[in-house]
Structure formats: structure tokens, C-alpha cells
């Protein structure tokens, strides 16, 4: 019965087995937690059923990660999927991007692992190596107090070192289609004891890059395992692959609208061989905190960060013919903090979360509504407000037309003064000290 609800490098989580959490009910003064964040935040993480992290009977040592990460309470996906996941039950859930995906399954993930079985007990898949990268962090984080052994690994790296590092114990793999069934192929990766598969961007896991890939990767799977499929967009494929190998999923569906709420849409009309002149207006009249630039192509990416660095910006590019060594760099100093700008090709579309980023700007305009969705995906995370810009030019008019009526959204004209309140923190603090001073 389906119920509806409204790069190889080892990351090792490290656990001290000598030592043991504070039984005292005053544990939780004792951790780490970071500052609260006081931006606001709109109904697609607020709008909860009011259930704590305490309340799913969660390991202390993994409530220690929750909380040392900054979570607060369980975010809407949160709440309708861990305690299905922590019952065994098979997953299909569909929610907006930046809404608390990955700790919605990371967190029954590492509640289910049993640290003292030395055997690959979860597989979690993603379409990119830069999301695997983030994923595999998220992992680390999470359960740093719990002794959980966690290794990540994609194409374009070392396949020396990924097999050095299964002969020690492994409990949740993250990888990427291609490099974990090779894997698997050779002997090397024993999927026998893996109860739980989870595919994030599972809509572009189903697509025919990967599909083909994903069929053999499960008939090394175990027959009894957990499927946790998580996306933004369901296609005709994710349904198709629902039939077969999900048994009796639990459906979540938190898409009533697929835009998020606190981002704020705008297209500005211009002729092609006035794009730069136009970005470059936006750059100075806007307060970015981080932003990030998306073309169509490698080619216009590499020549539109050549011409902001010339400009005098602070400018990164990244995109999937560099060298992997290369994309790690930049994704890992741009996340840092290390540059405001980022210009860069739809690699960097898929689950790829920064907080800092306020403004994602569409110098190329998007042929499709799942690449302009993923692509404003990008600011705005987590229920914070964020700005997506769109260059349009006359080419581009049917398709911005389309793309308004499959996602139900507006994207309006830009006005001659953006209102900072819109996607700048500091002036939402300031709005809400000027309110409370009304009062």
C-alpha cells in the first residue's frame, strides 16, 4: 500500500570505542554546536509536524552529530522519511531541492549500520563526483561520534587506492555508478551483507546516461534490500523503475509547487552581444554573498570566466572535461568561501549545496523546466531566500514561456532596484529588529 505524505578518497567517521557520551540528561551542553542561524526561513523547511530528532529513539553518539551539524528540528522530508526508513520500508520521495534531502536519509542510514560487522551494509548512489564528495562529508559529519566507516569513490581517480582501501572495513560506500559497479565486477566490492541502496538525484540516475549501469548494479544487491529513492523530479523512468524494484514503497510527495519559496525569479531581456555588458551591471548593483553563473556549454563557461576575470571579479569555472583533480580543487575552495563567482556548466546543477550562494544568475537560458528548477536549486537553500536572474534573448522567449507553465511559477521582469530584503541576510535581520521595535 502506498501512502501519500502532503575522487577515491576514504572518509573516515572517527568513533573513540573507549569512550562514551555523557548519560546525564545535561549532555547536550556539552557539544559543539554552532551559532544559530537567524536568516529567515520560508514554509518548504518550517512547515513541520513539530517532531524532534529525539523523538525517532535515534543513538545518542548519532544525536551528537545531528545537533554538532546545526540541525535544530527535522525539516517536512525529514519528518515523513526517517521513521519510515528506520522501519525498512522502501522510499519513493519527491521534494524540492535544498529542502534536507541527504540527512532525510543519512540519518536512518547510519541509525541502521552495525558498526561491529565488518561488511558493506549500505551503497549510496549520486550522478556526480562532486556530489559524492559532498555526500561523503555530510556522512562523515553526521555520524563523527559513531564508528561507522565510510569510503567515497568515483571516476577519474585512483582505482589503486580504492582497492587498498576495501581490504580494511568499509560500512557505507558513496559513489558513482560507473566506478562502484566496476568494482563489483571485479570481485572487489562483496555487495552480499548491502541491505540498504539509497539513489539521490534518482531522476538522474534512471536517465539513459546511467540506467543501463544501475539494472547490473542491483543484481549484486541482496533480494531483501532497502530502495530509498529521493528527487525533485519524478519522469516516466523513476515510475518504471518503481514497479519493478520497490517493494510496497512508502510515497512522500512535498511538491504541491515545485519553485522553492524563498526564491525570487526575474528575467532580464537583452540581445546576445549585450550579455556580458548586462552581468557585469548586475555584479556591481547586487549584494552577492556567493553566485554562481550558468552556461550552456564548456566553451561559452571557460570564455565567460576569462572576460569576469578581465572585468576584474573574483571568478572560479568548473565543468566535466577538466580533470577531476582540478573540479575537486575548485568545488572544494569555492564551498570555502575562497571566491564569490562561480561560472559553470550544468555539472554543478545536481544536489550541490553552498549556503553562502545568494544569487544564481542563467547567462545562457535553460531549454527545459528540470534544468532551470535544478539550476535556481542552488540558492535559496534550506528555506533561506536567494535571487535567480535569467538572460533572456528572443531565442529564448518560448522556451521561458514553457518553462512558467510546467512549473506553475512566475518568472517576472526585473525591476531597476532589487529589494535587498529578498535574498541579502543582513537586511532580513534589520527588517525583523524593525518590526520588533514597532511592536
Known sequence: MSVMATKTEAAIIPGNKNSKPDSSENWKAKLNIPDKDNR????????TKGNEFEDYCLKRELLMGIFEKGYENPSPIQEESIPVALAGRDI????????????????????RIETAQNAIQALILVPTRELAL????????????????????????????????????????????????????????????????????????????FKNLLEDIISYLPSNRQILLYSATFPVSVKQF????????????????????????????VKEKHKVHCLNTLFNKLEINQAIVFCNSVKRVELLAKKLIELGYSCFY?????????????????????????VCSDLFTRGIDVQSVNVVVNFDFPQNAETYLHRIGRSGRFGHLGLAINMV?????EDLCKIEKELGTEIKPIPSDIDKKLYVAEYQHQQRLQQADGK
Open 134 to 209: 559532498q555526500t561523503s562529508q555530510e556522512c562523515k559529519v553526521l555520524g563523527k561520534h559513531l564508528d561507522v566507516q565510510a569510503m567515497v569513490t568515483t571516476g577519474g581517480t585512483s582505482l589503486k587506492e580504492d582497492i587498498m582501501r576495501l581490504y580494511n572495513k568499509v560500512n557505507v560506500i558513496v559513489a558513482t555508478p560507473g566506478r562502484i559497479l566496476d568494482l563489483m565486477k571485479k570481485g572487489l566490492a562483496d555487495m552480499s551483507k548491502c541491505k540498504i541502496l539509497v539513489m539521490d538525484e534518482a531522476d538522474k540516475l534512471l536517465s539513459m546516461d
Open 40 to 47: 529567515i526561513k520560508t514554509t518548504d523547511v518550517t512547515a
Open 393 to 397: 534573448t528572443e531565442d529564448d522567449e
Open 318 to 342: 568548473i565543468h566535466a572535461r577538466m580533470a577531476q583533480a582540478y573540479r575537486n580543487r575548485v568545488f572544494h575552495d569555492f564551498r570555502q568561501g575562497h571566491c564569490r563567482n562561480l
Open 92 to 111: 519513493l520521495a519527491r521534494a524540492k531541492n535544498g529542502t534536507g534531502k541527504t540527512a532525510a536519509y543519512m540519518i536512518p542510514l547510519l541509525e
Open 242 to 269: 518503481r514497479d519493478i524494484h520497490l517493494m510496497k514503497p512508502y510515497e512522500i510527495n512535498l511538491m504541491d509547487e515545485l519553485t522553492l519559496f524563498g526564491v525570487t525569479q526575474y528575467y532580464a531581456y
